[in-house]
DNA sequence: AAATTTGCTTGCAATTTGCAAGTACAAATG
DNA sequence: CATTTGTACTTGCAAATTGCAAGCAAATTT
């Protein structure tokens, strides 16, 4: 549905084509916290997105390889979504989203207390928040 | 004009309502790139901007302490935008958006190449470029 | 069998985008 | 010094996107 309408071949540019609207990176964070996630689970997230523009953001990352979906193993009601390896690897981009949030916003204690511990390893960190997101 | 409309206290909510949009960051790119741009040099990137939407961002963007305006040595008719110690500080985010987008797209070879140092010694890539753009 | 949950879709008003044209001031040109 | 050109925007308007509310079908629970 949504072509793919690149507008240059800058890497910066690529990317926002695919998940560079308000909302996106939403998604991707609620999956990166929570693994996997049902279309309620979004919904219920902080920020209140609409349920089209969800359904929308949706299939536009499924359909750019960020994310996938799979059987619910306890109804075939429910939907999971999860990362792909391309999706988990946005995680050092989320991670210095972070700090440079961290810097420059006032954050809730638990988040601050989370980006403390980044600092003092980021790599490790993150080699093992990815091990963590692989492991389903 | 656009008030600050926090959808939530989450660094990435947060930072999404700065810089999210499909614009925002290709202008902080060039910034990056050149350093100092006029409106004009803006407006002639290669994904074409719209005059009233660069207006619009650039605005925003320097109401959210992320780019400076400053006067132009040449010309009064001039006007250079820079970007704000705030501004520099999110290069570690364009070098990942970068690293990320070497991964899954196919990139100009330019591009590439520059990407293979970052590699080399990320840290201190960020380090010297840094240096370079607060050199002005 | 009826009510509820779940993952969407649909309708529509409001906002935002994108294109084209216009404007005001500065600077260069003749 | 009058006119053209350059620069940084603004304005108008159609088209696309967003956001809210309601609806819907299949699965599950009661």
């Known amino acids: 549905m949504d072509a793919i309408k690149k507008r240059s ?3 910066i540019s690529c990317s926002l084509d695919v998940w560079g609207d308000r909302w996106s990176l939403l998604i991707i964070r609620d999956l990166m916290f ?6 309620g689970d979004f919904l219920k997230s902080e ?3 609409a349920t089209n523009i969800l359904a929308s953001r949706l299939q536009t990352l499924e359909e750019n390889g960020v994310i996938d979906k799979l059987e619910h193993p306890d109804s075939k009601a429910k939907v999971l979504y999860k990362l792909t390896q391309k999706g988990i690897d946005l995680l ?3 991670i210095e989203i972070n700090l440079w949030a961290n810097k420059y916003f ?5 988040r601050k207390a989370v980006l403390k511990e980044v600092k003092k390893d980021k790599e490790k960190f993150i080699r093992d928040w990815m091990k963590e997101l692989k492991k389903q």
């Not at 006032?106 to 638990?110: S, V």
């Open 92 to 94: 050092p981009i989320m």
């Open 9 to 11: 071949d800058c890497p």
């Open 34 to 39: 929570k693994k996997q996630c049902t279309y």
């Open 47 to 49: 920020e209140k997105i």
């Open 106 to 110: 006032d954050l809730p204690d638990d």
